[in-house]
């Protein structure tokens, strides 16, 4: 990751005032904002004062200002920075978080890829869980599938490429895990049929579970890296374009159009929409949820 | 449809006639309804022939989705309040809730009045932000939209019964499956009984045509509203108690064009938004049918 540091750019401010905030903070906030599109609103910005605190003590910097001179002027600028990035991007998640989209994948979607592609060659899914925090929602697709993998995709390829900027949790994400609060959707059946115990508190994920989902560091904002996503039949980026304002979220959601087949599904947080970033994506209703799809080539919706 | 089926349909219909529960005040009212012009005071007159009718009215009027924070205290007053018309269709609502004997159900009659009153909250909801919509009209169609499916539960059980449990098993729309089995919908059942009722042209030709818009020829906006809204309903928890395996593309729908040709307004709903707004009612709705169908005589 290459940082420009000439001036901070315009700050996207949503709203003026914030009396009583070092402005310092407002520089860091638009440096974070510069290079990963996560946009703190002036009501959000406790939660990087928090992460910058956190990181202070860690380095042990008493101010402000000679924080900000850690993250810009230091040769190791850009792995503080990564470490504040870490510090501000760690999100509360669970197992099994959304039954009805699970439901629409399973019972609607499968079946019309599996129809789709039953002439091809080689039948291969590929699924994108973009921004997958620490694998929760990444292992629960790879359990769904291998459900499926019993039925109706016997003999396909199954691929699940999990990513997320805060090369923490993709570190925590490989090791699959999870204690009580993040398995607290889990069913018995799930339990028992993909974790093996780890202690009293804590189930480790099975291997053949984990194998089917490749987990890496990605910045959704570096487009170059972006551009190599291809051939998507679903990808699930939930609760993760909050942070971003619009201009940022629109390119983000423009990549995962062009990353996905003709044909495919992109899928949003329970509680989030595209409002009117992008046309192209048709919105559709499936029981208890909703998602965007890409229309097929054969739709003539283009 | 055969020309014999029709008459077939029209036939056992007509012998709906011993309708134990239905309330007195119901057939009198629709009627009255179906005029341009009411008066208050014929509205009450005919309401004060069944107490209980009237006293349920007012406890429906204070639901949060009718918008009354204190039960009125009179049907005068909850006129006063929330406007004659609005009164109507919360008068239509309890009448119909128990004009139903309901022996022989294919499904929970709580499921299926939950899916006809969220509809009519739907079709409300939409038309709200729709400037020239009729919000009270909107409202009746959507409650009345099905009332063939219970035409099928009383008249044609024998047939229906296989009809309901095939949708469930496989996840398909149920008017599919009546369409290929029996030859009919409950479209054409409950149009049979909407006639026989004497409904409003309007009314009539939404619950004809409800799951096929562009076959309306008359009141194709109000038609489209409905089907909006009855998908919106199978879509967010108020549906037919199954999972239906499909996709659904409202604003691809030929209906959203129908409605936006009609309202330009339309333009300017977000679709997602007002998602999230119904799922907000949903236990409203919830609440509101245990009230008034929840001790619908006959329940099984």
Known sequence: MTINLQPVMTPPLAHAGGEGVDPVYRQIR???????????????????????????????????????????ARPDRDAELRQLLNEVTTGETCLFRSQPQLDALRK??????????????????????????????????????????????????????????????????????YG????????????????????????????????????????LQDDSKMLFMKGMDVIFCCNVLIYFDAASKSKVINHFFSNLNFGGYFFLGTSESLMRLNDQFHLVHFPGTIAYWKPSLSSGKL | ???????????????I?????????????????????????????LVSYDSAIAAQC????????????????????????????????????????????????????????RHSLGCAMVCRKISEKLASADREKAYTAGLMHDIGFMVNCLVFSKEFAPVMERACREGIPLHEVEQETMGFTHSDTGRALAEKWGLADDIIEVISHHHG??????????????????LLCRMRGMDYGYYERHRVDLIADPAWAILHKEYHDLEGVDLVQFTFE??????DIHTLVSMVFGSAPGRP
């Open chain 1, 30 to 72: 638009d440096l974070v904002y510069k290079v990963s599109g996560i946009y703190k609103a002036e009501e959000k910005l406790y939660l990087l004062t928090d992460g910058c605190g956190r990181r202070m003590k860690q380095v042990g910097v008493r101010t402000l200002r000679e924080y900000w001179d850690r993250l810009t």
């Open chain 1, 108 to 177: 609607v979607i499968l079946p019309e890829l599996e129809a789709q592609k039953t002439k091809q060659i080689t039948r291969r899914l590929r699924i994108w869980s973009a921004g997958c925090s620490t694998g929760e929602e990444s292992y629960t697709l790879a359990m769904n599938l291998l459900e499926e993998s019993e039925r109706l995709l016997q003999g396909w390829t199954i691929e699940i490429l999990a990513t997320d900027l805060n090369d923490r949790s993709v570190e925590t994400a490989k090791a699959g895990i």
């Open chain 1, 180 to 219: 009580g609060y993040a398995l607290r959707n889990t069913t018995d059946y799930y339990k028992r049929k993909y974790f093996t115990v780890v202690d009293e508190k804590k189930l480790q994920v099975r291997p053949e579970a984990r194998k089917l989902v490749t987990f890496s560091r990605l910045n």
């Open chain 2, 1 to 15: 449809m055969k020309p014999s089926l029709a008459a077939t349909i029209r036939e056992r219909v007509q012998r």
């Open chain 2, 17 to 45: 006639k011993t309708m134990p529960a239905i309330p007195a005040v119901f057939l009198p009212l629709l009627k009255l309804l179906a005029r341009e012009e009411v008066q208050v005071d014929e509205v009450v007159r």
């Open chain 2, 58 to 113: 007012l406890r429906v009027a204070s639901s949060p989705l009718f918008g009354m924070a204190q039960p009125p205290k009179s049907i005068k007053g909850a006129v006063m309040s929330l406007g004659l018309r609005r009164v109507e269709t919360i008068l239509l609502t309890c009448c119909l809730g128990q004009a139903f004997p309901a022996k022989k159900w294919a499904l929970d009659p709580i499921v299926f009045w």
């Open chain 2, 213 to 230: 818009v562009e076959d309306s020829q008359a009141a194709q906006p109000l038609v489209a509203l409905v089907h909006i809204s009855d």
């Open chain 2, 278 to 283: 119904l799922d907000e009612a949903v236990e």
